[in-house]
């Protein structure tokens, strides 16, 4: 499993999957009827931000790694 991208916390992988009920939920207040994709696609879109943004924020706070190319060779 690729620990980089995938935000795991006790033991809870979130999801689109996992989010599709609260965010259908939370659209059952709109006064108009919504199509029946929009919860899936309001929950990727989250999901997506989400794992963005804890990449963003783990590549800016781990240390920086120098980059050094090979030291010419030494005459003998």
């Known amino acids: 499993m690729n620990k980089t991208s995938s935000i795991v916390t006790g033991g ?3 999801t689109a999957a ?3 009920p609260a965010v259908q939920w939370a659209l059952n207040g709109f006064p ?3 199509p029946e994709s929009v919860p899936y696609l309001v929950s990727a879109g989250l999901v997506t931000g989400a794992h963005s943004l804890y990449n963003y924020l783990i ?3 781990s240390p920086k ?3 050094t190319s090979n030291p010419p060779a030494q005459p003998q």
Request: charge should be positive; avoid cysteine.
């Open 18 to 20: 996992t989010l599709v």
């Open 59 to 61: 590549t800016r706070t």
């Open 12 to 14: 809870i992988t979130f």
């Open 65 to 67: 790694i120098a980059v």
């Open 32 to 34: 108009r009827p919504i």
